[in-house]
C-alpha cells in the first residue's frame, strides 16, 4: 500500500515582492549604520553631542564589538 500524499504535499510558499521588502531594508541598515555611528566614533574630533555622554552610555557596547576607546 502506497501512501502518495506523503509523497506530494500540497504546500504554498508565498512570495514576498521586491517593492514590499527594499523600503525595510533601507530603513533598517540606515538604523544599523546609525547605531555603529554612536557606538564605534561618537568621540573625539567625529562628535556630534558635546561632552562624553553618549560615549560613556554606549562604553560597555564598543568594548563588546572590539572597538578600541582607552
Known amino acids: 500500500m502506497a501512501n502518495t500524499a506523503a509523497t506530494h ?6 512570495t514576498i515582492p521586491l517593492g514590499e521588502i527594499l523600503p525595510w531594508a533601507i530603513f533598517g541598515g540606515l538604523l544599523l549604520m ?3 555611528y554612536f557606538v564605534g566614533a561618537e568621540q573625539g574630533a ?3 553631542f558635546k561632552g562624553m555622554y553618549v ?9 563588546l564589538l572590539g572597538f578600541p576607546c582607552h
Request: proline share 10%; glycine share 4%.
Open 34 to 36: 546609525l547605531a555603529i
Open 55 to 63: 560615549h560613556e552610555f554606549v562604553h560597555d557596547g564598543r568594548h
Open 46 to 48: 567625529t562628535a556630534v
Open 9 to 14: 504535499p500540497d504546500v504554498y510558499v508565498p
